[in-house]
């Protein structure tokens, strides 16, 4: 029974590995379909079935998709060539200043390219079979992400039915919450990145647009999407690319305003954009968002980045339901000390003026009580 045990675990252990990436499919589906859930259920509500609510919903989110990629794929490729094409010559130019401000060296790029090929481009057999079979998984990838998500999307309520049948009343009630609470959360967090993204990537390639940086439209989806769906650091990364390439295409004073542009519309987003689109999200701490970006992603890879702020965001909601909240002692590690100094000089002023308040009560009930008895 022991050596059945050990090879068992042997078993499962190598399954789980072989279904990872499934799973990873499988989970982004699954969000996915509470990502749409909302728009279901408003068509489900003004009279449609809920199949055909759940295809067109799907499908027009991906009708709105290749429309955006129709109107801006053309130029947004055009651009992302002419970047690629360019990448040599901005090396040089960031060589050249290293070298005349700093006395850095950087190897030359044929260098590079000669140790790239040599290491890379020695079996091209090999390598165009490999881009096509990823070429084919990706494929088949999407296929099973948007069938997964269809089959939720159109079960609905049947499917949430199927798993409460195993559990009891109690559970069933605990689990519906639990499931409502994760797709309000889920859903206003996913919407509210692609709005944030969308409003940053447009008002990042007007303004690059204005100052004629090349390569607007690539630089600024970059540094919308980065923005927003990388924590903390984000902002940062989003921003170096275009000030890197205004710097080296255009000069100090192009990239200096584009550095100015990106801390200006980070402290507009964060109090304008951010509390009105993000107003029903659920905010976490940017340290443990940002070590959950780190963790998913050495786990599961780039997608699993992707993933970690909305499963976070849901272990975060089940964390709030059921864990519970204590009143804080009364101890100097819980404030700042000055915050501390101006507690307790407001805690004096507010005794001092309840004292007050409770004076002039008493006083005013005496004189109240001398005027019932005739004194004037």
């Given at each position: 029974m022991a050596v059945v045990g050990v090879f068992l675990a042997i078993f499962a252990w190598y399954a789980l590995g072989q279904l990872k990436g499934?799973?990873?499919?499988?989970?982004?589906?699954?969000?996915?379909?509470?990502?749409?859930?909302?728009?279901?259920?408003?068509?489900?509500?003004?009279?449609?079935?809920?199949?055909?609510?759940?295809?067109?919903?799907?499908?027009?989110?991906?009708?709105?998709?290749?429309?955006?990629?129709?109107?801006?794929?053309?130029?947004?490729?055009?651009?992302?060539?002419?970047?690629?094409?360019?990448?040599?010559?901005?090396?040089?130019?960031?060589?050249?200043?290293?070298?005349?401000?700093?006395?850095?060296?950087?190897?030359?790029?044929?260098?590079?390219?000669?140790?790239?090929?040599?290491?890379?481009?020695?079996?091209?057999?090999?390598?165009?079979?490999?881009?096509?079979?990823?070429?084919?998984?990706?494929?088949?990838?999407?296929?099973?992400?948007?069938?997964?998500?269809?089959?939720?999307?159109?079960?609905?309520?049947?499917?949430?039915?199927?798993?409460?049948?195993?559990?009891?009343?109690?559970?069933?009630?605990?689990?519906?919450?639990?499931?409502?609470?994760?797709?309000?959360?889920?859903?206003?967090?996913?919407?509210?990145?692609?709005?944030?993204?969308?409003?940053?990537?447009?008002?990042?390639?007007?303004?690059?647009?204005?100052?004629?940086?090349?390569?607007?439209?690539?630089?600024?989806?970059?540094?919308?999407?980065?923005?927003?769906?990388?924590?903390?650091?984000?902002?940062y990364i989003g921003g170096a690319l275009p000030v890197a390439v205004a710097l080296t295409s255009q000069g100090v004073p192009q990239a200096v305003a584009v550095l100015i542009f990106i801390i200006a519309y980070q402290q507009l987003e964060n109090l304008v954009f951010s509390p009105k689109v993000s107003a029903r999200a659920l905010e976490m701490n940017p340290a443990v968002s940002f070590v959950v970006v780190l963790a998913f992603g050495a786990v599961f890879g780039a997608l699993g980045a992707f993933l970690s702020l909305p499963i976070a965001a849901t272990i975060q909601a089940v964390g709030n339901t059921y864990l519970q909240r204590h009143e804080l002692v009364d101890s100097e590690l819980l404030h700042d000390p000055e915050k501390a100094a101006r507690d307790k000089r407001s805690g004096r002023r507010g005794s001092r003026r309840r004292a007050n308040e409770r004076a002039a009560r008493e006083a005013a009930r005496t004189v109240d009580e001398r005027r019932r008895e005739g004194i004037d």
């Open positions: 499934l799973g990873v499919n499988v989970l982004l589906a699954f969000f996915l379909a509470l990502a749409l859930e909302p728009i279901v259920v408003w068509l489900v509500r003004h009279g449609w079935k809920r199949g055909l609510a759940a295809g067109v919903s799907l499908i027009g989110s991906i009708v709105v998709i290749l429309v955006i990629l129709a109107l801006f794929g053309n130029l947004f490729i055009q651009q992302l060539f002419q970047l690629g094409e360019a990448v040599p010559r901005l090396y040089l130019n960031v060589s050249e200043y290293l070298e005349s401000q700093f006395d850095v060296v950087l190897p030359a790029s044929d260098e590079l390219l000669h140790e790239v090929f040599s290491q890379f481009g020695q079996d091209v057999a090999t390598g165009a079979i490999v881009i096509g079979s990823t070429i084919i998984g990706g494929i088949f990838a999407a296929l099973t992400i948007l069938l997964v998500t269809y089959y939720l999307l159109a079960a609905g309520p049947s499917f949430r039915a199927a798993v409460c049948r195993f559990l009891s009343p109690d559970r069933q009630e605990e689990v519906l919450y639990l499931w409502e609470v994760t797709q309000i959360k889920v859903s206003d967090f996913i919407s509210s990145r692609i709005v944030l993204a969308s409003l940053s990537a447009a008002f990042t390639f007007v303004f690059l647009l204005i100052v004629d940086t090349p390569y607007a439209l690539p630089l600024a989806v970059f540094t919308g999407v980065v923005s927003q769906f990388v924590p903390t650091i984000g902002t």
